[in-house]
């Protein structure tokens, strides 16, 4: 700092230092000016010491910077309460079962993708005014910064497909539970494709009320228009059949 003379008065000359660009200088709540590109700004006054000194504006927008992304996808197969296992009986030409697989011709196939990202957030503060200021070295009035981590959650879809059942999906049936002995024969078997059909058959049993019942696992591979696959279920499938002879 240094003094000046006008007209016969002496001045003093404050330099105010500030990388707040385009921000308001404030001496004793007035404006007087803005800082320059070059950030210093001379003021001038016929005081020794200002009551107040502060700077307005100029400072940077809050800064939003990606430093983490996950994306966990779910898929959910909307026609799955739609398979179901069928078992019929059998009189002729000997008394067994007949289990099948009913299940829709087409599914839909519902995605949804959850983005769960981290945004480091850079927040800037302008500088404190500065409260009786002597005349002497420069005044400096910067800005303050501050970081922290926000998360942000994004919902992407649902986006449902139609897909069909994979002809060539592999499913086991097996005989789970019965009142009568022998348990049909085979007692399992495994089929490819959902039109596949098993047949069993028993020994003739006394007249009267019976059941039995049947368990299936199903690997029920899912393709798009093109054959390639695009998402497998696991089903277990039971049913018991109650039934009169």
């Known amino acids: 700092m240094r003094r000046r003379f006008e007209n016969n008065a002496k001045l003093y000359e404050y330099k105010i230092v500030s990388d707040c660009i385009g921000g308001g200088v404030i001496v004793e709540g007035k404006k007087v000016g803005t800082i320059p590109q070059g950030g210093q ?11 107040s000194i502060s700077v307005q504006g100029g400072v940077p927008m809050e800064d939003r910077q990606e430093i983490d992304s996950q994306v966990d996808t779910t898929e959910e197969l909307l026609e799955q309460d739609s398979v179901v296992l069928a078992i019929a009986l059998t009189t002729s030409p000997y008394y067994g079962f007949r289990v099948s697989v009913i299940a829709p011709d087409e599914f839909t196939l ?46 992407d879809g649902p986006h449902d497909r139609i897909v069909r059942a994979d002809p060539n999906l592999t499913w086991v049936v097996r005989c789970t539970d019965a009142d009568f002995k022998p348990l049909p024969y085979p007692e399992s078997w ?29 690997n029920l591979d899912l393709i798009n228009d093109g054959g390639s696959k695009v998402h497998t279920e696991y089903l277990i499938l039971e049913k018991t059949l109650n039934f009169t002879i």
Do not use: C, W
């Open 190 to 218: 495994s089929g490819q494709g959902l039109n596949s059909m098993f047949l069993s058959d028993m020994k003739r049993l006394a007249p009267g009320d019976h059941h039995v019942s049947y368990t299936a696992y199903i």
């Open 110 to 155: 519902r995605t949804t993708n959850r983005i769960n990202r981290t945004f480091l957030i850079t927040s800037f503060t302008p500088p404190a005014a500065i409260y009786g200021v002597n005349f002497g070295d420069p005044i400096v009035l910067n800005y303050d910064s501050y970081q922290y981590e926000m998360p942000d959650l994004v919902i």
């Open 41 to 51: 700004f001379i003021f001038l006054s016929k005081k020794e010491r200002l009551d």
